[in-house]
């Protein structure tokens, strides 16, 4: 006795009825209906021959149905993915790069080409004399309040 096993456990398939899984059996119990009903519905319009080719040409897609599978989707799952991509979902993609570092950096590197030196050194020289100035107003305001203090107590 000997045992298959898949190389991937999602390949697994159970058969059910004549080595078939379900959905391959239910969709050859489809085809086989559908070539019944186009033998027994054209037999007085047409020849032996051309009501054998109709009933094969209008059970194939039943039976394609039951063994079709592309990328892991089934023929179901395949054709909405069609219909959204092509159809609904109808549009042209632009592929547009960002670049995170240029956005974060772009002020900087403006800087330094309009004065031709590094722009960082100079970013930072600015950031420091603007936070010197700040300190300095805000020891000024605190003078001012301790004025103002004194001014109330006398």
Same mark, same amino acid.
């Given at each position: 006795?000997?045992?298959? @096993?898949?190389? =991937? ?8 009825f ?5 959905r ?15 033998y027994?519905? @054209?037999?007085?319009? !047409?020849?032996?021959? !051309? ?22 989707m089934? !023929?179901?799952?395949?054709?909405w ?15 547009r790069?960002?670049?995170l570092?240029?956005?974060? @950096?772009? =002020? ?33 305001n ?7 203090g004194?001014?109330?107590d006398?």
């Amino acid at each position: 006795m000997e045992i298959k @096993m898949n190389k =991937e456990i999602r390949d697994y398939q159970e058969s059910m009825f004549f080595g078939l899984n379900f959905r391959q059996f239910f969709c050859s119990l489809l085809a086989i209906l559908a070539a019944v009903g186009i033998y027994f519905g @054209m037999r007085d319009l !047409a020849g032996e021959e !051309a009501i054998g080719w109709l009933c094969m040409v209008g059970a194939a897609p039943f039976a394609a149905c039951g063994f079709f599978k592309y990328h892991g989707m089934t !023929a179901e799952q395949f054709l909405w993915a069609f219909i959204k991509s092509e159809f609904l979902y109808p549009r042209r993609l632009l592929y547009r790069s960002e670049d995170l570092y240029y956005s974060c @950096m772009e =002020e900087t590197i403006l800087f330094g080409e309009k004065t031709g030196k590094d722009g960082s050194r100079i970013r930072k020289k600015q950031e420091e004399k603007a936070e010197k100035s700040e300190k300095k107003r805000r020891r000024r305001n605190r003078k001012k309040k301790k004025r103002r203090g004194r001014d109330t107590d006398d």
